[in-house]
């Protein structure tokens, strides 16, 4: 189990990102202020962090410099989105940053990212009986080889990598095929039929109705 | 055109103007003198030579008297008697010349001093005058006198010459060195007006320095001129005007920091609330949620929206405020008291807080709005801060300077000394999250006080101890 450490002093925000890290299966501890964290981080191992800039009694700039020797990926969350504070995030070291108010999704993907960077998280995904090797992008299911093109491959490892969440369709083009693309969503819905038939995951790909898909365990 | 060129020009044309013309007229007039008195001198030796030939006339008329054959003193007589005479005499740049009436030369000095003339009106002499002229002959100038001589009935001309080109070349060195004079003056006003300048320009140069620094945005530069003259007097004004400045633009600075703070603080306070709404419901629609997620997700998404509209509608009080010209009337201070006391009676109950008023029958200029809404926060706070069964006193009275004074007073947690000077800013809380689970605090409540204070030009004072309490006066200037 991967252990994530939320410090957030808004109860409600702290309390959103925990149900993300749970639906990830991360296990995850929140604590409200700065002082607090400190003791935390001495007492127990974390594998990342996730840090608010605006804390009572330490912030979080000051926190990060105390911590920084320990080497802990540290992801900051902030509504401060003016650049010199980015500026001064990324300078100081920090993996990766993000601005209020964020999406669920976008967090679980920055967390993967900086975790993968770390070799925290291994380069194959197990789905039932399917693996996805994420370098070499191949699929295997039940040890034989499935080819995929790219964009397929893509969707595949959207969908795994967020199985039981509800991927609509904006996201999915947003992800695999940029902001700026226009097309019909009905390219969408033609990769998820490809990815139906050559896996068989005719039930494990639902339809969830106005909104997207989800991938099923 | 530089300073120093200025000054230099104003006395080089005054020197030249005076200087210059005196000059050449004093020249100019001692060559005048000098001329006439060679001109008189020479009438004067002429007529020396004149005489001398009529004394040897004379004596020749008596030599030949006493030889035996008399006959008298012929014309060839005379004639040789003048060159004998004449050749023995002969000065330095004087030439005589003598012809007679058939202007036949009888006697010149001309020839071996090379004077060849061609035209000689001077000789037409009136019977008992004397003529002169001035000629330039080549290199030299002479003064030709002509006189008649009358010498045993025969008529003669005699011309005496003079070279006086001394006279001439006198003026023309003094002229020269006048010129030279001038230009020695010239460059001596030169130094000495760049030398005076320098003095005078000096203290300007450093003003001009400090004033660059200045314009250059650094208003805290001052000029370092130490003089009692208008030039100090100048730069007294240009540090009295750049202080005026050096406030103006940190006052600027500090509203437009303070703006920003304001800014980034309201830009924080919204996106926190909107990161859980749509975060809860982004959650809900995509994932499969138990009863209990559900209900929490939801009540999360309730409570911050409602956040947002308490924020909004705050907001909109400070922006009022800021905008509007309230009147303000005389109003009774016991009223508004026992009005917000009965307000806060749901309020108190809750943790059974003892809210005492006391009062000295006082009225002050207000608005009696704005008044309810600066005492609802304060003793809003007071509440929060307060423990359960604890006492708030709400109390009014004129101090020794006889101003009156509107006070609520508590016995709470207190505020940290490091927090006290920052409590009235816009979103500040002194405990975050205690104010949040207290009911969802904002940090506006005394910044709304503090604009409604000013409304009423009353002062507002805080004294806190940690643990002990708070009291907070607003006092009228009155």
């Known amino acids: 189990m991967i252990k994530i450490l939320v410090v957030e002093d808004d109860i409600a925000v702290a309390n959103l990102i925990k149900l993300n890290l749970n639906t990830a299966n991360y296990e995850s501890t929140v604590v409200f202020d700065g002082e607090e964290a400190l003791n935390v981080i001495e007492r127990d191992r974390f594998d990342l962090i996730l840090l608010d800039v605006m804390l009572p009694k330490v912030d979080g700039f000051t926190l990060f410099e105390k911590i920084k020797p320990l080497g802990i990926p540290v992801i900051f969350l902030t509504a401060k989105s003016s650049v010199t504070d980015k500026v001064y995030g990324l300078k100081a070291g920090v993996d990766d ?7 669920g999704i976008e967090l679980l993907a920055r967390i993967e990212n900086v975790l993968r960077h770390y070799n925290k998280k291994s380069n194959i995904i197990n789905f039932k009986d399917t693996e996805v090797y994420l370098e070499e992008m191949k699929v295997k299911k039940n040890g034989e080889m499935i080819e995929l093109t790219l ?3 893509e969707l595949l490892v959207f969908l795994v990598q967020n199985k039981n969440i509800v991927l609509t369709r904006e996201k999915i083009i947003e992800k695999i095929w940029g902001y700026d693309y226009v097309g019909e969503t009905r390219t969408i819905d033609n990769h998820i039929q490809k990815l139906r038939k050559k896996l068989g995951w005719k039930d494990e790909i639902k339809t969830v109705f106005k909104l997207g898909y989800r991938l099923e365990e | ?54 004394s040897n006339l004379y004596l020749l008329k008596v030599q030949k008297s006493s030889t035996p054959d008399a006959e008298g003193v012929g014309k060839p007589n005379i004639d040789s008697m003048i060159r004998t005479y004449l050749d023995n005499l002969g000065e330095q740049d004087v030439y005589l010349d003598v012809i007679d009436e058939k202007n036949e030369v009888i006697f010149s000095h001309f020839k071996n001093n090379k004077i060849t003339l061609t035209n000689r009106e001077e000789l037409n002499i009136p019977s008992d005058k004397v003529n002169y002229i001035i000629r330039d002959l080549g290199e030299k100038t002479y003064l030709f006198i002509a006189k008649n001589i009358y010498l045993e ?46 003095f005078i320009v000096k203290p300007i140069n450093k003003l001009i320095q400090s004033t660059r620094i200045i314009a250059g945005g650094n208003f805290s530069e001052r000029v370092m001129v130490k003089s009692k003259d208008e030039i100090g007097l100048l730069a007294e004004n240009f540090n009295l005007m750049a202080v005026d400045v050096e406030d103006k633009v940190n006052q600027l600075k500090r509203s437009s920091e303070d703006k920003q703070r304001f800014i980034d603080n309201l830009v924080h306070e919204l996106r926190t609330p909107l990161t859980s709404i749509i975060g809860y419901a982004d959650y809900l629609r995509t994932n499969k949620y138990d009863e209990e997620t559900y209900i929490n997700s939801l009540s999360f998404i309730y409570e911050e929206g409602k956040r947002l509209e308490k924020l909004t509608f705050k907001l909109m009080e400070l922006i009022v405020l800021r905008k509007e010209d309230f009147e303000l009337k005389t109003g009774k201070l016991d009223e508004l008291f026992v009005e917000i006391k009965h307000s806060f009676i749901p309020k108190l109950n809750i943790k059974n807080i003892d809210l005492e008023i006391s009062t000295e029958h006082l009225s002050v200029f207000m608005d009696k709005d704005l008044m309810k809404i600066l005492l609802a926060n304060l003793i809003d706070n007071a509440i929060k801060a307060s423990k359960n069964n604890d006492k708030i006193l709400l109390r009014s009275y004129k101090d020794t300077e006889s101003k009156i004074i509107l006070e609520v007073k ?50 507002i004072r805080i004294e806190s101890k940690l643990g002990e309490g708070t009291i907070i006066q607003l006092v009228f200037r009155c």
Request: with cysteine.
């Open chain 1, 97 to 103: 940053y993000m601005t209020k108010p964020f999406e």
């Open chain 1, 151 to 153: 964009k397929e491959f």
């Open chain 2, 1 to 54: 055109m530089k300073f120093w060129q200025r000054i230099f020009l104003c006395t080089l044309i005054i020197f030249e103007i005076f200087f210059v013309p005196a000059s050449i007229y004093l020249i100019n007039s001692s060559f005048e003198l000098n001329l006439n008195m060679e001109i008189r001198s020479g009438i004067s030796e002429q007529d020396r030579f004149a005489n001398s030939l009529e």
């Open chain 2, 153 to 198: 009935n025969n008529h003669y001309k005699l011309s005496y010459v003079k070279d006086i080109s001394s006279v001439y070349e006198n003026r023309e060195d003094l002229l020269s060195l006048l010129i030279k004079l001038n230009a020695l003056v010239s460059a001596i006003l030169v130094i000495v007006t760049i030398i005076m300048s320098m």
């Open chain 2, 410 to 459: 508590d016995t709470g947690i207190g505020i940290p000394d490091d927090d006290i000077n920052k409590v009235f800013e816009p979103f500040f809380m002194s405990d975050k999250s205690r104010s949040r689970a207290n009911g969802g605090g904002l940090g506006l409540g005394l910044s709304l006080c503090k604009e409604i204070a000013n409304i009423h030009d009353a002062e």
